[in-house]
């Protein structure tokens, strides 16, 4: 798969205290298997479906530990140039752009409105290589901020993405767009969200049955924090794993209702 379109979501990846538990959890749930464990690179582990790399998990390094959570990755041509974007436009950079051998260069970075994210620069390792309708692959992510003003100030000046605000009073979504593909959605966060819950990247993974995705989750101890829920884009779930780490699951082949409205933000 060829390497993708600077801001675009190439990979994710978690970092959990009970590696084992996880791979239990994510195989049981998304039918993922894993490969083995990269002790060079800290014990890095690959997760995949049906042979092709859908995302990985690795034990935190020493002081690290804490709720486990998944980081998206945007894809860059150059980790360096990008790590500057995001410190000259409020973002503060939590990791200095670091080669990981011949795999590829990666940075971490904060939005203003507090979202931790990843950044990309591809070597011989591309990102994702099973397609988002594959069900155990990703196929979207969501930006759930309490600052939206901020993000969207930042997202566009950093990634070269074209902005749309979708037509709803009852919510402020937007998303952005690169070379007229949709690639990130940005939601606000309201009070339904708990004070101590900051802002945070929501990955979605594709399932062929959301309900027996949720079934699944919850039997193995994931907590399901909302849905499943119709809506034109499919039926959806958000959970959280048993050590805490937050995702959504999406069954894109069920659908209901009319494709909302959106305005091209200037």
């Known amino acids: ?13 978690a970092m959990f205290s009970d590696v084992e538990g996880a791979k239990s959890f994510y195989g049981d749930v998304l039918g993922w298997t894993f490969g083995e464990a990269t002790s060079e690179y800290g014990n890095y582990t ?20 804490g709720q486990s959570q998944w980081c998206l990755y945007l894809a860059s041509p150059d980790a360096a140039a990008t790590a500057g974007r995001i410190r000259e436009n409020g973002g503060e950079v939590l990791m200095e752009p670091m080669q990981v051998g011949e795999f590829g260069t990666m940075c971490l970075g904060r939005e203003p409105g507090g979202a931790v994210f990843g950044v990309w620069q591809a070597g011989l390792h591309e990102g994702f290589e099973a397609p988002p309708e594959q069900p155990g692959a990703f196929c979207w992510a969501e930006v759930f901020t309490r600052e939206p003003e901020k993000t969207d100030a930042f997202l566009p000046a950093v ?14 979504f937007r998303m952005f767009d690169i070379g007229g593909e949709t690639v990130l959605g ?3 966060m309201t009070q339904e969200f708990p004070p101590e819950v900051p802002s945070y ?4 993974f594709n399932v062929d049955d ?13 907590v399901l ?14 959970l959280s794993d048993p050590q805490g780490a937050n995702f959504s699951v999406i069954d894109v082949t069920t659908t209901a209702g009319e494709m909302p409205q959106v305005d091209e933000v200037s």
């Open 1 to 13: 798969m060829a390497v993708r379109p600077e801001g675009a979501p190439c990979w994710a990846d």
């Open 46 to 65: 690959q997760a995949y479906v049906d042979g092709k790399a859908v995302a990985a998990v690795v034990p935190p390094m020493p002081g690290q530990e």
């Open 159 to 172: 990634f070269p993405y074209k902005a749309k605000q979708m037509r709803d009073d009852a919510v402020d």
């Open 186 to 188: 940005r939601m606000r």
């Open 201 to 204: 990247v929501n990955v979605y």
């Open 210 to 222: 959301c309900d027996e995705a949720v079934a699944r989750a919850t039997r193995h101890g994931g």
């Open 225 to 238: 924090r909302f849905g499943p829920m119709d809506t034109p884009f499919g039926r959806f779930a958000a």
